[in-house]
């Protein structure tokens, strides 16, 4: 495994829960030193910046998926503000474009709390077909792939991808490009909605950073078994 640029713990926890009690009292039983946590819209939508600021206070670093895509100057408001409630990580969509990707940096690189700043390339629950339907020719590596290279050349920290095309980017892009993978399913956990999946451990060894979790640990009867056995094949 290549030397550790972005450091430990590379498990994110996706908290796609409907309040911010159940969110809470489900992180509670969690270590800061063990994972990192991700907040996305369903609880964004439901319990907004309180939440977030909870988790943070509680000693999380948390990554605020909110996925932005918009015009560059809605766009750079909103990571402004996102990056002003100290999370850890934020993200666009790579389809925004060039002008939309480098509004966000610059409002990044003005805040007073500096978040690492990534960009969604193509959804892990969309196949070949899905993309396709949208207009998209080419397989989705081919448009993980595009999408990457213009996210880098418009400042992006890094991108989401699924672990399916971390090997090509880590290869592309080098040790400093951050990857970051939902789409992660351990070999006894349901696939559920995602498409382009692979193991934990195989994430890590293909070159992810981090690893996005929700449903095989959140979902599990005994939560915590579930992170320590993940932990324990990575
Ligand atoms: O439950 P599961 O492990 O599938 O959760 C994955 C999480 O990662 C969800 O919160 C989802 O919104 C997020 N995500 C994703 N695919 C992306 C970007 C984010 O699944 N491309």
Redesign the pocket.
Known sequence: MRDNVFTPPHIVV?L?FPDQQQALQFSRQLDPQRCRL?V?KELFTRAGTQVVEQLIDSGFDLFL?LKFHDIPNTVAGACAAAADLGVWMINVHALGGRCMMEAARNAVEQSRHQPLLTA?TI???MDENGIHEIGLAGTPRDNVMRLAALAKESGMDGV?CSPCEAADLRREHGAEFCLVT???RPSWADR?D?NRTMTPAEARKVGADYL?????ITASTDPLEALAAIEKEI
Request: charged share 20%; proline share 10%.
């Open positions: 996706a796609d991700k996305g998926d969604v959804l892990t629950s989401v939902p789409g992660v559920g995602q996005v979790i929700g449903r095989p």
